[in-house]
C-alpha cells in the first residue's frame, strides 16, 4: 500500500539533492506534490516529465520561498487547485560560508532569509486552511550544524537552529487541532554539492561517522514519508537527526 495515497504534499526547493529525492519519493507512494523551485525551470519540468512517465503527479512553481507575498499566492493557488494541503516539507535552503570577522551583512542576511524567513512564511500561510482542515504535518529541513555548530558556518547553524525552536513552538501551538511540527536534521548527505569536496577532506568527514558512510538523499526522504503520513498521526515537536550517527544527543 503506497503511504501517501491521496495526499496534497508540498516541497520547496524540489529539483535538485534532497529536495528533489523528497518529491520523488512522496509522488511514488501516491502523493499529488507539488514542489518549489527559483530559477531552475528546466529541472522542474524534467521532474515532471519523468514522474509523469511513471504514471505519477508532480507540478513545479516558480516560487522564491524568501518572499512572503510569492508564498501566499502559492498557498492559495494550491488549495483552490486541489483542496487541501496535507504535508509540506520546508526544505529550500542556501549557504554562504566564511569566518565570522570576514561575514557581511549580507552573507548573514541572505542566508537568514532563504532558510527560516522562508519557513515562518510557508507554515503562517499554510496554518489557517490547515487549522479549518484540523490536520496537517510540517515537516521542516534542518541540519546537525543547527544542532552543534560549525566553523565558518555562524550563519548557516542560526538559520537551522531557529527553524528547530520554530518547530516546536508550532508543535505547542496547534496540536490540539490536529497539526504536528517536526524536524528532520541531515548530517553528511551525498549531493552535487558534496561532490566538490576534496578527497582527504571527505576522509575525516567519513571517519568521524560511525556508520562510515555518507547519506543518500534517499534517506532523508524515507523519514519525511513517515512524518508526512498517517504512521506519525502521534508523533510531533522532535528531532530526527539522519546522520549515520555523526551527532548523538
Excluded at 516546536?168 to 504536528?180: D, H, L, P
Aim: charged share 20%; aromatic share 6%; glycine share 10%.
Amino acid at each position: 500500500m503506497s503511504l501517501l495515497e491521496g495526499k496534497i504534499c508540498l516541497v520547496t526547493g524540489g529539483t535538485r539533492g534532497i529536495g528533489k529525492s523528497i518529491v520523488t519519493e512522496f509522488a511514488r507512494q501516491g502523493a499529488t506534490v507539488v514542489f518549489t523551485f527559483r530559477s531552475s525551470a528546466d529541472a522542474a519540468r524534467e521532474i515532471e516529465a519523468a514522474l509523469e512517465s511513471e504514471g505519477k503527479k508532480a507540478k513545479g512553481y516558480q516560487v522564491d520561498a524568501g518572499n512572503f507575498e510569492q508564498v501566499q499566492n502559492l498557498i492559495d493557488e494550491v488549495n483552490k487547485e486541489f483542496g487541501r494541503i496535507d504535508a509540506i516539507v520546508n526544505n529550500a535552503g542556501i549557504t554562504k560560508d566564511t569566518l565570522l570577522l570576514r561575514m557581511g551583512e549580507d552573507h548573514w542576511n541572505d542566508v537568514i532569509q532563504t532558510n527560516l524567513n522562508s519557513v515562518f512564511y510557508m507554515t503562517k500561510a499554510a496554518l489557517r486552511p490547515m487549522l479549518k482542515q484540523r490536520s496537517g504535518s510540517f515537516i521542516n529541513i534542518s541540519s546537525v550544524v543547527g544542532l552543534q555548530g560549525n566553523a565558518g558556518q555562524a550563519n548557516y547553524a542560526a538559520s537551522k537552529a531557529g527553524m528547530i525552536g520554530f518547530t516546536k513552538s508550532v508543535a505547542r501551538e496547534v496540536g490540539s487541532r490536529g497539526i504536528r511540527a517536526n524536524v528532520v536534521a541531515p548530517g553528511f548527505i551525498a549531493t552535487e554539492m558534496t561532490d566538490k569536496i576534496p578527497e582527504k577532506e571527505l576522509s575525516a568527514w567519513l571517519e568521524n561517522i560511525p556508520l562510515k558512510r555518507a547519506g543518500q538523499p534517499e534517506d532523508v526522504a524515507n523519514l519525511c514519508v513517515f512524518l508526512a503520513s498517517d504512521l506519525s498521526t502521534y508523533v510531533t515537536g522532535q528531532v530526527y537527526n539522519v546522520d549515520g550517527g555523526m551527532v548523538m544527543a
